[in-house]
């Protein structure tokens, strides 16, 4: 069964740096196009990242410059460094499979990150 | 950036009852629009790709419609499990924005 299982959230202070992990089963992150979303609490859902199988990166304009995404294809796990956290940061962050044009078809449980002095 | 908006915000409804919920684009995506349900505490799960075509796996009561910059998700039957958050997204171009959400409630 094809599962993603986000890791590395917590609480850190304003202008910290976390990072969080997405380990995939029963796929290749490589071979597919990797999404972040995010939604703070009691909000909606908000795209932030995608890697595509190529490498080439986006960003959402509300983290670009301060998140990076990457993948390890040897540990089949997708990643998001976070620095220069805000306190508007503060969300349950999923990572997705996306499939072009066909939309996010696997997703993870989600892992919390709060950003607060 | 393309920006969505659906509608109704939230509804009230019984179950059997027939909902529709409407997402507009604000430019034309033909037919790279997606639909998810979120119940409460949990992650998405992806419902209607490309418009029209369901995911597998989601029951039939679930359908979607249009192209360009209009499009509906309809339930029809609606379930005690359907009682959630609705979203629309497109994967048109990055990007890939949400609509805010559109919360059905039991009446």
């Known amino acids: 069964e094809m599962q993603l299982v986000e890791s590395g959230g917590g609480l850190v202070q304003p202008g910290g740096s976390l990072k969080l992990s997405c380990a995939a089963s029963?796929?290749?992150?490589?071979?597919?196009?990797m999404n972040w979303a995010r939604q703070a609490p009691g909000k909606g859902l908000e795209w932030v990242s995608l890697?595509?199988?190529?490498?080439?990166?986006y960003y959402a304009d509300s983290v670009k410059g301060r998140f990076t995404i990457s993948r390890d294809n040897s540990k089949n796990t997708l990643y998001l460094q976070m620095d220069n956290l805000r306190p508007g940061d503060t969300a349950v962050y999923y990572c997705?499979?996306?499939?072009?044009?066909?939309?996010?078809?696997?997703w993870g449980q989600g892992t919390t990150v709060t950003v607060s002095s | 950036d393309i920006e969505m908006t659906q509608s109704p915000s939230s509804l009230s409804a019984s179950v059997g009852d027939r909902v529709t919920i409407t997402c507009r684009a604000s430019q034309t995506i033909n037919s790279h629009l997606n639909w998810y349900r979120q119940k409460a505490g949990e992650a998405p799960d992806l419902l209607i790709y490309a418009a029209s075509s369901l995911q597998n796996g989601v029951p039939s009561r679930f359908s979607g419609s249009g192209s360009g910059t209009d499009f509906t998700l309809t339930i029809s039957g609606l379930q005690v499990e359907d009682f959630a958050t609705y979203y629309c997204?497109?994967?048109?171009?990055?990007?890939?924005?949400f609509g805010q959400g559109t919360q059905v409630e039991i009446k």
């Open positions: 029963d796929f290749s992150v490589s071979n597919n196009y």
């Open positions: 890697i595509y199988s190529g490498g080439s990166t």
């Open positions: 997204q497109q994967s048109s171009s990055v990007p890939f924005s």
């Open positions: 997705a499979r996306g499939i072009p044009f066909y939309g996010m078809d696997v």
